[in-house]
C-alpha cells in the first residue's frame, strides 16, 4: 500500500486537508504533516535560520496529524528528512482555500510543499479550490478527483523536476465539465498600496487591493476554469529559459 | 537616464548591496529599496496578512536607502506599487553572499526579488557570488559584471516572463575566464534533521547539514563556475511543462 505524505498552506485545522486526507485514504496510506498556521503567499521557503517544533496534533475526524511552526516546504523537509518512519511514494498539498493559477504558482505555499516534494524526487501534486463568495466550499468534488489523479501518479510516476498542479472552479460535481490539462495562463494582479499611520503618527503600508484576475484564453488554466474546468497543469521546476539562452549568446558578453 | 531599482535578500546594510549600488551609479540612477533584515531562503513571498514599515536609512557610504519590514519581493512591490516616484527601468537584486544555482532559484529571495520585478513588467537580474571559505568576498569584479549586464539589458529588454540569474566564482578578476550563458544545473541538498531538546525536554528540529554540492555539467551554471566562468541563465518564470502536458493528455482523466 503506498504511503501519501498530505500537508496545505492554510494550516493543519483547515477542511480542504481534511477533505483531501479523507480522499486519499482510500489510496493508501496518508500521514498529515502541515503548518500550524497559515502560510498563504509563503513561497518556496527553506527555514534555516531558527528551529521548527513539530507536535502531534488531533484533527476534526479523529486523526492524528503533525503540526510544525515551518512552512509548508518546511513541513515536507521535516517529514522527509527524517520525522515520518518511512519514505512517501507521493506528496501532495492542499486543498488549497482560492485558486493557484499562472505566476500565482511562484507565490504559492501550496505548490511550494509540492515542490519541495521535487527536490526530494518524490512525485507530488497541489490541489486549489477556486472559491467564489462566502459560501462554505465545498471540498468534495475536487478531493475525489485528487484521489483519483494520485492513483495515476502513483502507477506512472512523474519525470524528474515535475510536480501537477491542480485547480477547479466553484462547482457542484454535476456542473464540471470535465478535465483539461493546460499551460499557465497570465495573471492580472490588482495590488494596491494602502498608507495608514499608526497611533503615533508613523507610516505604515498594506499591500491591498482586490484578488488577481486574468485572461481566459483557451488551453490556460485560468481559462479551463472560467469554462467550468478542472485544470492540471505540469509545472517543471528547471525554468530555464533556452530559447533565450541563444539570443543572450550573441549580445557579446566578454 | 535611466532609474534602477536594487533590493536584496541578505539586508539593506549588507557589503554585496552597496558594491551593486555603487557600480550601478555608473548606468542610471539608483534606488535602493531592500529588507531591514536577513530573509536568505525567504522564496517569492507576497505579504498580505500583515502591514510594512518603510523606512529612510543611510548606507556605509552615506547614501540614502529604504528599509523595510518586508521580504526582497514585498520590497518590489511596495516600491513598484507607489513608494518610489517614478517606475524604473530596471530592477537588480544582490549581490547575494552565495550562490543561487539550480532549484535554489526556487528558494532564493535574491532571485524572487527579481521575480516580483517580471510580475511587473520590469526586466530584473539577480546577482549571486559564490563565497568560499571566511574570507571577506569581494564583490567588485561582479558589480562590474552586472553594471555591464545592466546596460546590454537596457538596451535590449528581456522577453515577458524572463530574468537573468547571474552568479560568479569567487576568483580575482584576472582569473575569471569569462561569461557562459548556462541551463540550470543539478543541485545535491546536504540537509539533514537536527533534533534536540529545549531546556523543559521538548523537542525541536533544525534543516542542519551542509551547504548543497552539484552536478558540474558542461553548460550549466554549476559547471561554469567550477571552471571560472561567470554564469548567466535566463530563467521564464512560466513553469509550464509543455513536453509533459501531451503526456498527461493520454492518461483519460475524464
Known amino acids: ?61 479523529g486523526s492524528e496529524a503533525y503540526a510544525t511552526s515551518g512552512a ?9 528528512l527524517g520525522l515520518v518512519p518511512r519514505r512517501p511514494d507521493l506528496v501532495v498539498s492542499g486543498i488549497n ?30 490541489v486549489s479550490l477556486d472559491i467564489k463568495d462566502a459560501q462554505p466550499p465545498d471540498f468534495g468534488p475536487i478531493a475525489r478527483f485528487a484521489a483519483r489523479l494520485a492513483t495515476e501518479v502513483l502507477q506512472r510516476g512523474l519525470p524528474p523536476n515535475v510536480l501537477l498542479n491542480v485547480n477547479a472552479p466553484p462547482l457542484p460535481e454535476e456542473q464540471l465539465r470535465g478535465v483539461q490539462v493546460t499551460r499557465l495562463g497570465r495573471r492580472v494582479y490588482r495590488d494596491v498600496l494602502v498608507a495608514r499611520d499608526d497611533p503615533r503618527g508613523r507610516p505604515y503600508y498594506w499591500i491591498g487591493g482586490d484578488p488577481p484576475t486574468g485572461h481566459e484564453e483557451a488551453g490556460t488554466d485560468i481559462g479551463a476554469l472560467a469554462q467550468g ?21 550573441t549580445w557579446g558578453l566578454r
Open 1 to 61: 500500500m503506498p504511503t501519501i505524505l498530505i500537508t496545505n498552506d492554510d494550516g493543519v485545522y483547515a477542511p480542504g486537508l481534511l477533505a483531501l486526507k479523507q480522499a486519499m485514504a482510500s489510496v493508501g496510506e496518508v500521514i498529515v504533516f502541515a503548518p500550524d498556521h497559515n502560510w498563504s503567499g509563503a513561497g518556496h521557503t527553506k527555514t534555516l535560520h531558527k528551529p521548527l517544533r513539530a507536535d502531534k496534533v488531533t484533527l476534526a475526524d
Open 229 to 249: 474546468y478542472i485544470s492540471v497543469t505540469p509545472l517543471n521546476m528547471d525554468m530555464t529559459d533556452c530559447a533565450f539562452m541563444a539570443q543572450v549568446a
Open 97 to 126: 482555500q482560492g485558486p493557484n493559477l499562472g505566476q500565482d504558482v511562484t507565490y504559492s505555499g501550496t505548490v511550494a510543499g509540492a515542490m519541495e516534494a521535487v527536490v526530494f524526487g518524490i512525485p507530488a501534486i497541489a
Open 72 to 80: 509548508p516546504s518546511d513541513c515536507v523537509a521535516l517529514a522527509l
